[in-house]
Structure formats: structure tokens, C-alpha cells
């Protein structure tokens, strides 16, 4: 499978509008791809927290459309990063009084949607995405020919147990897009390159370029394969970092080292 990371750089003089129409063609140039994955938040920033509201979509909304569309014009498979939908809101309230959400659209080579993925960890403690936006509750996969989607964001990476749910819902390849910041570049290798080896699966983590709000980007895409190999990594730019994966070393992996067998759930506290 034929894998293309796009890894967008935000620059903040170039309008929404403007950056949309650019990823679009880039989308459109990874025909021959099987998956095409994005980065979150790449339409604002994922530190642009005054902009989450003004520039919030409907889940049908701009970029679905130009996302939908590049994806049928490539023939791939496209996860389109993530976006700040605008949920519905209660009635007698206005349209901008409804619920933030940190949105993942994936799409099939058709421009059909094929899943829906709202950030269940949100970044900031007690600001930014922590307070603007809601969690999603549900785990997402998503079945291609070639193997099963997990599909996270961001901050997820660093919540192991919703990776095993994951791969107890039959993911082999874990997606996730980011906007990861420079200063914690260390903590997102080394958390990619963890989540594959502990689930013996492929992660394709695609970060942002740039700088979002005056916080540098780490950039350092990057796919791992179910060993913890590094297959390839980006550098800190805008980057199409494109690999060609075998399917077969989830299966051969998770069978040589059955680890996944030993699992031992339901364990109770220590008594005190």
C-alpha cells in the first residue's frame, strides 16, 4: 500500500480560503497513492484558538467539499486531517452557539464520506482546545482493502488505552494527524515509534509545518512500521513524505511475537 503524508506548512498570510484551494491540488497530484493523510487543524492552525470559532465549518462544509472532491479527482483514499467543525445547535439558539468539535473527515477514492473521527483528548488543560472545543466519545476505523484505519489526533497519541481500542476494533494502520509543537519534538517520535511497537501496527503520524500563533511547528512526519522501525521521517518544512508498506508485516509481527496474546485485563487495585 502506497501511503502519502502531506505535511502542509500554516502560514498565517495566507488566507483559509487560499491554503484549502492549495491542499486540494496537492491531494489532486498523490493520484497513483492509495492513501493520501493530512495534518490537523491545517486549514488554521492548530494554536490559532481565536480563529477556532470564526473559522469553524459544518461538518459539510467547505472543506468537506474541496476535500471530497480532490479525493474523487486522485482516486485515493484521503484522511483529510481534521478541521474545527461547528456542531448543531439547541434549538432556539443561534447557528454560532453550537458545539466545537476537533473533526476528522476521511474519504473514500469515490468522494464519499466514509467516517467521521471528533478528538476525544483535547490539548490546553484548562485552555485553548481544552475549553473551546467538545470531546468526541467514539473510536473510529475504517476498512480499506489493504488494511483496517485506527484513526486518532494529536493529543491522543499519548493515551495509550484508546490505541488498544483500537486494535481490539481490528486497526492494523493508526493514523494521526497533528499539530505538534517544536518544543516536544522528542515526544513525538518516541510516542509514534511506542504505539506501533506496544500494537504491533503501522503508524503514520503526519504533522504541520510553520508556525501556528507564534508556537513552531515540529513538522518530523513520520511512519513506523509493527516492529518500531522508522520507515521514514520529513524534515521540519512542508514535505510529501510517501512510503510503500507491506501489509503482510502486521500478521508476520504479530504472529513472531505474539505479545497481543498476553494481555491481561480487568486487573484490580492494590488493596490498601
Known amino acids: 500500500m502506497r501511503a502519502s503524508l502531506l505535511q502542509i506548512a500554516v502560514d498565517e498570510g495566507e488566507s483559509v480560503a487560499a491554503r484549502r484551494e492549495r491542499v486540494a491540488a496537492l491531494v489532486r497530484e498523490q493520484a497513483g497513492a492509495d492513501l493520501v493523510v493530512l495534518p490537523e487543524l491545517w486549514t488554521t492552525g492548530a494554536f490559532a484558538y481565536e480563529e477556532f470559532g470564526s473559522e469553524a465549518e459544518p461538518l ?13 479527482d486522485a482516486g485515493v483514499w484521503l484522511h483529510a486531517g481534521s478541521v474545527p467543525e461547528r456542531g448543531t445547535s439547541a434549538p432556539g439558539s443561534a447557528e454560532d452557539e453550537g458545539p466545537l468539535y476537533n473533526t476528522s473527515l476521511v474519504f473514500a477514492p469515490n468522494g464519499d464520506l466514509a467516517a467521521v473521527y471528533r478528538k476525544i483528548h483535547r490539548f490546553g488543560f484548562d485552555k485553548g482546545e481544552a475549553v473551546l472545543m467538545s470531546a468526541g466519545g467514539e473510536l473510529v476505523t475504517v476498512r480499506l482493502p489493504e488494511t483496517t484505519l485506527g484513526v ?5 497519541l499519548r493515551f495509550p488505552e484508546l490505541f488498544r481500542g483500537l486494535v481490539d476494533a481490528g486497526a492494523e494502520t493508526l493514523v494521526v494527524p497533528a499539530g505538534w509543537p517544536e518544543r516536544r519534538r522528542a515526544h513525538w517520535t518516541l510516542l509514534a515509534q511506542a504505539r506501533a511497537v506496544e500494537n504491533q501496527a503501522f503508524v503514520l503520524a503526519c504533522g504541520t509545518a510553520g508556525t501556528h500563533a507564534g508556537v513552531p511547528q515540529a513538522g518530523h512526519s ?7 522501525e522508522v520507515l521514514a521521517q520529513a524534515g521540519p518544512d512542508e514535505e510529501i513524505l510517501t512510503v510503500d508498506l507491506d501489509m ?11 505479545a497481543l496474546k498476553d494481555r491481561v485485563l480487568g486487573l484490580e487495585p492494590p488493596r490498601r
Not at 60 to 72: D, I, L, R, V
Not at 152 to 156: E, I, K, L, M, S
Not at 248 to 257: G, L, P
Request: charged share 20%; proline share 8%; net charge negative.
Open 152 to 156: 486518532a489526533t494529536c493529543y491522543d
Open 60 to 72: 459539510h462544509g467547505p472543506t468537506y467539499e474541496a476535500m471530497a472532491k480532490a479525493a474523487s
Open 222 to 228: 513520520i511512519v513506523v512500521d509493527p516492529w518500531g
Open 248 to 258: 503482510t508485516r502486521v500478521a508476520a509481527t504479530r504472529e513472531q511475537f505474539p
